[in-house]
């Protein structure tokens, strides 16, 4: 078990209405971190990336900051600009 799941395990034991915002922040925070890295990859700005995308530079950072929920659609758009292919699975 990692450390943040063994926070998430104690939060949510104290007050179980929290697993549902844990697990909202996490998918964000994994989406964020998910965007980041392919755009490091690709060595974009967060401007070139927008560019690419069709969107405003303030909308890739809210993604980067984990301030919305990234549609699946958007997550595609990124992933084409990139020349990537979006791929889900269900666990």
Same mark, same amino acid.
């Given at each position: 078990? !990692? $450390?943040?799941? &063994? @926070?998430? %395990?104690?939060?949510? %034991?104290?007050?179980?209405?929290?697993?549902?915002?844990?697990?909202? &922040? !996490?998918?964000?925070?994994?989406?964020? /971190?998910? #965007? #980041?890295?392919? $755009?490091? &990859?690709?060595?974009? *700005?967060?401007?070139?990336?927008?560019?690419?995308?069709? #969107? !405003?530079? *303030?909308? @890739?950072?809210? @993604?980067?900051? %984990?301030? /919305?929920?990234? *549609? /699946?659609?958007?997550?595609?758009?990124?992933?084409?600009?990139?020349?990537?292919?979006?791929?889900? *699975?269900? /666990?």
């Amino acid at each position: 078990m !990692s $450390r943040m799941d &063994e @926070i998430k %395990a104690r939060a949510i %034991a104290k007050n179980p209405e929290r697993r549902k915002t844990f697990d909202q &922040e !996490s998918k964000r925070l994994k989406t964020a /971190v998910m #965007v #980041v890295n392919l $755009r490091d &990859e690709h060595d974009l *700005s967060q401007q070139a990336l927008a560019d690419k995308v069709g #969107v !405003s530079k *303030s909308t @890739i950072a809210r @993604i980067e900051n %984990a301030q /919305v929920d990234t *549609s /699946v659609e958007m997550l595609n758009r990124i992933a084409r600009a990139v020349d990537k292919e979006l791929k889900m *699975s269900i /666990v």
